[in-house]
Every structure is written in C-alpha cells, then in structure tokens.
C-alpha cells in the first residue's frame, strides 16, 4: 500500500510487534467508533476519511502478518526437498539455484492463492468507489493526524470553596470555523465542566475538536486550566489546608480561644486554656483539610498555625511590672 508500518500502527494506536489478536481488538475498537453512521452530518467527513484509513490500515497490518506466517510455512522443511527435473532445494551448484526459483514460485503462488479476505476489505466494497477512492482518504488522514491546530488554551478559575466542594461551571469561548467555502469566522461556543471536589490548580480539562478549525487541519482541542483564586483566610498546601491566627501576646500567656468556618462552613472553636502559646504554635486538625480525588472519602488535614504577637513598646512602669510577675517563672 506504500505507506510505512508505523503509520498504520499509529493510525490503530498500536506498538510495534503487535499480535493479530491485538490488531483485530483494536479495529473493532476504532471502527465502532467511527462507523460514518454513528456521526452527525458536521462530523461525517471526518468520520469517513477515519473510517477508512483505520480500514487501510488494519489491511495492510493483518497482510504482513499473513505474508509472514505463509512465508514461513512455505519454506518450513524444504532443505534437500527434491522437486520437478531432479534437482534438490537447498542443494549446492547450479540445480540448488533453480531449485530455490522453483521454491520461491512456488510460495509466492501459494501466498496468493491462500492469503484469506479480511473485514477491512469488505468495508472497503461499501465505504470507497474504488482504491483510489480508499488512497485518497487514507492520504487525507495520515497527512491530518500530522497536522493538527495549536490548542486553544484558557483559564478556569476557581475559588478554593468550588474547588473543596465542587461545582458546576458554564465556560464560554470564541472560536475560528471553517465555512463550507474555505473562511474563517469567529464563533461563541459554551461548554459545561463539572469540577470535582479536591480539583488543584494546574489541572487541565480538554475538549478535544473544540479550538480552532484550520482549512486542511484537524480541529484544535480546547484547554481549560484550573486556576485557584487567592482565599482571604486558607492557603492551600497539597491536600492540607493552612489557617494562620494572630495571638496577641497577654492572651498567649494568660489563655485564649477563637471561632472560624471551614471551607464547608462548618463552624469550628479552638481553646488554649491550660497551655501556652509558643511563638510558630501549630495544631493539627485531621481530616478537616481538602478532599482527595484519588481516594474516596479521604480528606487532607487542616493546621492552624498561631503567630504571637508582641507590643511594640512598653512603659517603664510596665516593663518593671512585668519582671516583677515573670520573676522565677523561666
């Protein structure tokens, strides 16, 4: 078919040396996939031209693989075979060459007289007005799949309540088409991204063929990256969440105690009554932090870090009152 086998492994999505089993699951695959009746009419010829390619492909592959097996078995055992006019195969001189014409006729004959029909050729008979029609799709796709528009890439931003709790999110686009007389115009489109509890930033949603169109080119994908607004009271570190609270310097001597609302709105109280409060305190919430995508139910942990905070100045009084009552107590 003149085209290199690792353009129709790639076509199937298949590494090299792969079985017959494995080509055929893989065709089966891609053809239910893009059967041309199972597309709408916007996608048809895209369908179409896949269709056959995968088609081609899967020929060409199941051929050489073929080709190979009745190679082998034609030649399996024929050293020192004799044939017709008493010369041996395999044998040294003049006969041993016409021995091996003989030989390879007579393979080659019986390659091409056993070499079986496969479904690709049959949805060849139905999908293509001739081989030229088939070489023609299958030159428009292999060059296609090598040229593909740059992405159209956008930011998600999400706020760390939507990315805690997640959301639904209505995203709108302008995009280049392509006309059915070969311009380019500028298209709003709207998608829907469902944004999972415990979403970070950095993770991409692709919609694949929804970027830009270029004549000749398969349709781009559009990218959408999640982006985390700044909170006010958490930051955000892996899948823990970091609460920082001022302690003015009395309270961390003498007790102290404060409220605040998770990121669920839950409403939480934290007492320091029998303990002093170091400067760089944490405490530990487990559980209380970010969901984990990978492991259901499983939560980060929540730190709330305490910073004390001292007086600027002191009066003298003040200061003396102090030594007076922190005398012996270091």
Known sequence: M???PELYH?????????SPQEI??????LVKKWHPDKHPPSSKPEAEARFKAISEA???LLDQQENRAVFGLCNDGRAGERVAGGAFVGGGGLGAGVG???????????????APGTPAREFKKVYSSGNSGGRRAFAEFSSSIMRKA???????????EELCRGCKKEVKFTRDVVTKNGSIVKKEVSQTVMVKPGWKKGKQVVFE????????????????????????????VGNDLVLKAEVPLVSALTGWSFTFRLLSGKKV???FQDEIICPGHERVIRGEGMPIPEQKGARGDLRVKLEVVFPKELTDEQRAGLAEILKGSC
């Open 2 to 4: 003149g085209n290199p």
């Open 10 to 18: 790639k076509i199937l999505n298949l590494p090299k040396d792969t």
């Open 24 to 29: 055929r699951a893989a065709y089966r695959s």
């Open 58 to 60: 899967y020929e060409a």
């Open 100 to 114: 091996a014409r003989m030989e390879r006729t007579r393979s080659d004959d019986f390659c091409t007289r056993s």
């Open 150 to 160: 740059p992405p159209l890439e956008r930011k998600l931003e999400c706020t760390l």
């Open 209 to 236: 063929g929804m970027g830009d169109e270029r004549p000749g080119c398969l349709p781009a994908d559009a990218i959408f990256t999640v982006s985390e607004k700044k909170h006010p009271t958490f930051k955000r």
């Open 269 to 271: 109280s934290l007492a």
